[in-house]
């Protein structure tokens, strides 16, 4: 089933299709996901969990952020980012973060979350998936001019940078990381009451520049 509306790009007309749809339905859901996963491990983090083993609060950390990371793989897959070379490193930037992770769970015996406390030059590596995540964040705040995305924009790599100079005194990075757990619900919530259209944008640009793409890797014949 196609949307019978006919939009108007900067390029032509196109229409919405129901794969177009549910691609920006998987990119709300994943952020979800991911926004819930981030809230749950930043609780776990700041409230005072007195019965709870400390091991196995760090193992569930270790357990949500696995399914951060893959919630926000596939935000990544399925977002829509007009400039490629953009999107691609965004993705690059999630694989580098994945691969870190996994490497620095395998070397250590320890949770993943105490090894990143601890071990703060560890970001260099693992630090590569906020930075993707920053990457939406930014995007979002661009096309949208959401506050939250904007505040966002700002308040992860200022956390994540004190951090690794160790700047930062605990209970500022306790603030800052609360405020990033708050305002990711807020927008994760906010895009599922979006517009399904305006999360697709325009396609007669995605059109066009395949096109142009097809054009440059076509052979050159005489």
């Known amino acids: 089933m196609i949307d019978s509306e006919v939009y ?14 549910q691609g920006v339905i998987i990119y709300r ?7 819930l996963c981030f809230a749950a491990a930043t609780m776990a983090v700041l409230l005072p969990l007195e019965a709870v083993d400390r091991m196995t609060i760090l ?9 951060f990371s893959v919630a926000l793989g596939i935000a990544l897959a399925t977002i829509h980012i007009y400039l490629v070379i953009l ?12 691969v870190s992770a996994i490497v620095l769970g395998w070397q250590s015996s320890q949770p993943l979350a105490s090894i990143v406390y601890h071990q703060p030059m560890t970001l ?32 992860v790599p200022l956390l994540l940078l004190g951090h ?9 990075e306790a ?14 919530l906010r895009k599922s009451i979006q517009l399904i259209p305006a999360d697709i944008g325009d396609k007669s640009v995605f059109e066009y520049l395949e096109i142009q793409k097809s054009k440059k890797a076509a052979p050159i014949t005489e």
């Open 8 to 21: 108007q790009g900067q390029f032509g007309t196109f229409i919405i299709t129901d794969r177009d749809r």
């Open 29 to 35: 859901s994943a952020l979800i996901v991911a926004a």
């Open 59 to 67: 193992n569930l950390i270790t357990g949500l952020y696995l399914i």
């Open 87 to 98: 999107h691609r490193a965004l993705q690059l930037f999630w694989v580098i973060g994945s």
């Open 124 to 155: 260099f590596g693992i630090g590569f998936t906020f930075a993707a995540l920053t990457g939406i964040f930014f995007k979002e705040a661009f096309c949208f001019n959401r506050f939250e995305t904007k505040l966002l924009t700002g308040i």
């Open 164 to 172: 690794l100079i160790t700047v930062l005194p605990p209970t500022v």
């Open 175 to 188: 603030l800052l990381l609360a405020t990033w757990a708050s305002l990711f619900l807020i927008f994760a």
